[in-house]
């Protein structure tokens, strides 16, 4: 056997509500695959905002006087920040709705 994904105790393990209920893969595990993929989705998107600051703030340093790249440099700065502004506000609205309504939209749940 090349890959064991789960040893017999394992398997044994009932969780509910989650993705393991008794070892046998079903329809179900599709909610937790999106699940574990949307999870780290808006702190990943802001990694890639604070790498792409990062870089356009070295080719701003090293645009030196080509009017080009210090435009395109700004312009993947600017982009960043919108980003970063967005996805901020998106979480503020999220969090604003799990606090006026008790429904908590930011913990991802199927039934």
């Given at each position: 056997?090349?890959?064991?994904?789960?040893?017999?105790?394992?398997?044994?393990?009932?969780?509910?509500?989650?993705?393991?209920?008794?070892?046998?893969?079903?329809?179900?595990?599709?909610?937790?695959?999106?699940?574990?993929?949307?999870?780290?989705?808006?702190?990943?998107?802001?990694?890639?905002?604070?790498?792409?600051?990062?870089?356009?703030?070295?080719?701003?340093?090293?645009?030196?006087?080509?009017?080009?790249?210090?435009?395109?440099?700004?312009?993947?700065?600017?982009?960043?920040?919108?980003?970063?502004?967005?996805?901020?506000?998106?979480?503020?609205?999220?969090?604003?709705?799990?606090?006026?309504?008790?429904?908590d939209v930011t913990n991802l749940q199927f039934q």
């Open positions: 056997m090349l890959f064991q994904f789960a040893s017999p105790a394992y398997a044994a393990t009932t969780w509910t509500g989650d993705c393991v209920s008794d070892g046998v893969a079903t329809i179900q595990g599709l909610t937790c695959v999106l699940k574990n993929v949307i999870s780290p989705l808006p702190a990943l998107i802001a990694l890639a905002a604070v790498g792409m600051i990062i870089m356009a703030g070295l080719r701003i340093i090293n645009a030196g006087s080509d009017p080009k790249a210090l435009a395109g440099a700004w312009s993947s700065f600017t982009y960043a920040i919108i980003g970063l502004i967005l996805l901020s506000a998106v979480w503020l609205i999220l969090i604003l709705i799990k606090n006026f309504t008790g429904a």
